[in-house]
Nanobody, 129 residues
């Protein structure tokens, strides 16, 4: 069974940091693009960051550039999102997702969440002001 499990969310003050992890089971990360997405109450899901399967290229939403860093460890089947200088507007449920099919490079580069096939259950991040 393919499964993605996020962890590392929590409550943090503005300016603080969190590191999210997403561990996969039931399949190997090799060949998959891996993304982080978020959804706040009443808002549409949005792309945060993605890392390619081939050369490790990374992509970020403008709102998190310079503050968030995505990385992957294929040996551990885990993808990470280091979040620094957190702001109240970063408050959301964060999801990791994976995909390896047609269009994966495009979906990753454009943070197109509808193209991703497998999703975790999400982890809540709350940033207080």
């Amino acid at each position: 069974e393919v499964q993605l499990v996020e962890s590392g969310g929590g409550l943090v003050q503005a300016g603080g940091s969190l590191r999210l992890s997403c561990a996969a089971s039931g399949f190997s990360f090799d060949g998959f693009v891996l993304g982080w997405f978020r959804q706040a109450p009443g808002k549409e899901r949005e792309g945060v960051s993605c890392i390619s399967s081939s050369d490790g290229s990374t992509y970020y939403a403008d709102s998190v550039k310079g503050r968030f860093t995505i990385s992957r460890d294929n040996a551990k089947n885990t993808v990470y999102l280091q979040m620094n200088s957190l702001k109240p507007e970063d408050t959301s449920v964060y999801y990791c997702a994976s995909y390896s099919g047609y269009g994966s490079s495009f979906y990753c580069e454009n943070l197109y969440w509808r193209g991703f096939g497998s999703w975790g259950q999400g982890t809540q991040v709350t940033v207080s002001s």
